[in-house]
């Protein structure tokens, strides 16, 4: 088993061999993921030396202080957090072998298409059809909600393939193609004015079959293990103190002593508090990750940071007052990554709305919870042995 000390020496090799100031940054990141370096707790030969995940910091820290560049993780989160650990336990090698490097270097970025006008909350209910056309699978529906989509050269996708079959079982995952000219991608506004996300339209899009992911009518289980990394992808990234959004909040109540009152001071006390509690939950939630694979507590995580995310931000506008409601930029942006805390106050208070939404609605997670975490009753769910087909729409 590689331990820290041999993950030192291979960073020194790897540093020695591209010295990070005279190395093109695309060349530095393809060395480092040949070199087992990229996630070390990846198999060897995808990036990873099969070394326990606690000792990553032992090389992102060294690299850091060499002036190594990174792989940008805000602007492939999806790719990061979503699709890789789902490559990794359902593709075959092949897939493996094409998809993992450029994901992780970021010269190839990834989206999500699950969610479907007529299904969110509820996914297992979506109506994208795949049919099986010789070596191919041909594809027709619409997505909604797609981040990235406009950036994106690849796409994890979940189609119907079986309309005869109870939803959750006549489901089918697949990587899909963004270039494919039946792919049509187009933006949607939202309340900050940029458009992160899109509607995108499939139409007769043809998908080989050798990029299906897990079995036929297996994509319901193939898409848990993406869900479940996403919620902690979204809310469980690990932060210094005063890290997340409490820290701007907190920074102007120290610079701007004429703002603060009583009352203000109260909340920002409890829910400085309360982001701490948040952000040493997470530490632990990052080191049981380190041993195994997120389950439902990820959604217990992603719960509290919504709901942080929209008081902190709420408090931080009314602190300003009139000053919080100015707005720098309503132009419609595409912006290449989403930085929750980035931007002035106006924006962080309109961003974290959707913070409850995407990922998962707060009131989906806390049925999760209930349910998985704490082993309550079960919602009715009276159309889980129905047909796909036969379901009221
Ligand atoms: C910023 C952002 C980015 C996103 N990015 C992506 C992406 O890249 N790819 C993608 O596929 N999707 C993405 N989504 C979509 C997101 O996953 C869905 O919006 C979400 O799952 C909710 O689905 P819906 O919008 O259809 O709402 P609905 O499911 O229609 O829900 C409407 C309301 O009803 C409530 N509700 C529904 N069912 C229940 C229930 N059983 N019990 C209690 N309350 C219930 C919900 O909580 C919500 O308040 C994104 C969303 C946002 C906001």
């Not at 995808?46 to 060294?62: E, F």
């Not at 990061?80 to 897939?95: I, S």
């Not at 309360?274 to 439902?296: D, F, I, Y």
Request: glycine content about 10%.
């Amino acid at each position: 088993m590689t331990d820290a000390a041999e993950l030192r020496q291979r960073t020194r090799d790897l540093l020695a061999a591209h010295p990070p100031a005279s190395t093109d940054r695309l060349d530095f990141l393809r060395a480092r993921f040949d070199a087992g370096l990229a996630w070390v707790h990846f198999p060897e030969g995808l990036g990873g030396l099969g070394a326990p995940r606690t000792l990553q910091p032992v090389v992102d820290t060294a690299l850091a202080a060499a002036g190594a560049p990174d792989n940008d993780p805000r602007r492939i989160g999806i790719g990061l957090g979503m699709a890789a650990p789902t490559l990794l336990k359902y593709g075959t090698d092949e897939q493996k072998q094409r998809f993992l490097r450029p994901l992780w270097t970021g010269e190839e970025v990834w989206c999500q298409l699950f969610s479907e006008p007529g299904a969110g909350s509820d996914l297992a209910a979506l109506g994208t059809r795949a049919v099986r056309d010789g070596d191919d699978w041909v594809v027709d529906g619409q997505k909604v909600w797609t981040s990235s989509a406009h950036l994106a050269r690849w796409a994890i996708l979940i189609a119907r393939t079986d309309p005869d079959l109870p939803k959750h079982r006549g489901i089918t995952y697949f990587v899909c193609d963004m270039t494919d000219p039946g792919v049509e991608v187009r933006p949607l506004r939202q309340i900050t004015g940029e458009a992160e996300f899109n509607e995108v339209f499939l139409t007769g899009v043809r998908i080989p079959d050798t990029r299906r992911l897990g079995e036929v009518g297996d994509g319901w289980r193939v898409a848990q293990t993406t869900l479940n990394n996403e919620r902690v992808a979204i809310g469980g990234r690990r932060l210094p103190r005063e890290g997340g959004m409490i820290g701007p909040v907190a920074r102007t109540w120290r610079e701007r002593p004429e703002l603060r009152t009583h009352d203000l001071h109260q909340r920002l006390l409890t829910l400085w508090v309360e982001a701490e509690v948040a952000r040493l939950t997470g530490e632990r939630l990052g080191q049981q990750l380190a041993v195994g694979h997120p389950g439902p507590e990820g959604a217990g995580m992603k719960l509290a940071f919504a709901r942080l995310n929209q008081e902190i931000s709420g408090l931080e506008v009314d602190l300003l007052g009139e000053e919080g409601l100015l707005y720098d930029d309503w132009t419609m942006r595409r912006p290449e990554l989403v930085d929750f805390t980035g931007r002035e106050a106006g924006y962080r208070y309109l961003r974290s709305k959707g913070n409850s939404i995407e990922g998962g609605t707060s009131e989906i997670l806390l049925n999760i919870v209930a349910e998985r975490v704490l082993g309550l009753p079960a919602e009715p769910r009276t159309d889980k042995d129905v047909a796909w087909k036969d379901l009221a729409r």
